[in-house]
């Protein structure tokens, strides 16, 4: 069998070349990162959890016309996705004051926010992917303000998609961050959501208890975090509802 060419390796996920042009295959590994990458451990699990939920999440999108480069899982750990170009930053959307806006602003953690707060920060680790403004982006020509309102349309789209799904399950979706990337059909340029979307990359709460359920839980040592991401994957109905612990998670196709 040919061994598959690596393209990119991030540090939650492996990026190899797809079987057809246009595509790629993502793999998520079960490696979890915190404060930059300076607090590493391996989550068995972990990786398996990400790709069904991710999954999950960007069917669930699909659904309702939040265009995204899910294709399809091929496995436990991996998923066929479009080649895109990625916008170099993070779009990320709050609803509740938590982690470096609770010490920005100087507010509680778990403050309701008067409305959706979208805010965007340069991917790049050696920096320390900092907090950039519109006028940042459009100067230095990461993206125009066409892609700018694009992109914010798109954020408050999977928003509002994803507060209403985790609410259903008794889930406070406190804030989450996306990429998004630029597709071509001949000249004309589109925008997608890529990456992923998992309690990775998201802040999720217990509405009755307040447990954390996301990665909070390795950043701040609050329990095992497979069995964080299990609960929320039952929640959704990703695992069968009788399991509570997954080291290795038995998924619902």
Not at 137 to 162: E, P, Y
Not at 214 to 232: M, S
Request: hydrophobic letters at 40%.
């Amino acid at each position: 069998m040919a061994r598959r060419k690596k393209i990119y390796e991030g540090k939650a996920k492996i990026m190899y070349e797809g079987p057809e042009p246009g595509t790629l295959v993502q793999y998520f590994k079960d490696d979890a990162t915190a404060f930059n990458a300076e607090k590493r451990a391996t989550i068995e699990g972990k990786g398996v959890l990400n790709n069904r939920l991710s999954e999950f999440f960007m069917k669930g999108l699909t659904q309702i016309g939040v265009p995204n480069h899910f294709i399809k899982r091929i496995n436990m750990r991996e998923q066929l996705i479009r080649s895109v170009e990625i916008i170099p930053l993070e779009v990320i959307v709050r609803n509740f004051a938590a982690g470096s806006l609770s010490t920005r602003m100087g507010l509680a953690e778990g403050t309701a926010l008067p409305r959706p707060i979208v805010e965007f920060c340069l991917k790049d680790d050696k920096l320390g992917d900092p907090l950039v403004s519109e006028e940042h982006i459009t100067a230095f020509g990461w993206a125009t303000q066409q892609d700018l309102d694009d992109m914010v349309s798109l954020a408050l789209r999977v928003n509002d998609f994803m507060s209403g799904l985790m609410l259903a399950v008794g889930i406070k979706l406190v804030d989450f961050k996306i990429e998004i990337g630029r597709i071509w059909d001949n000249d004309f340029q589109r925008l997608i959501v890529a990456d992923e979307i998992s309690p990775d990359s998201c802040r999720l709460w217990d509405i009755e208890t307040g447990q954390k359920l996301d990665k909070d839980v390795f950043r701040r040592d609050l329990g095992n975090l497979t069995d964080a991401y299990t609960e929320v994957a039952r929640r959704l109905g990703v695992l069968p509802s009788n399991v509570t612990h997954a080291t290795k998670p038995t998924l619902i196709n």
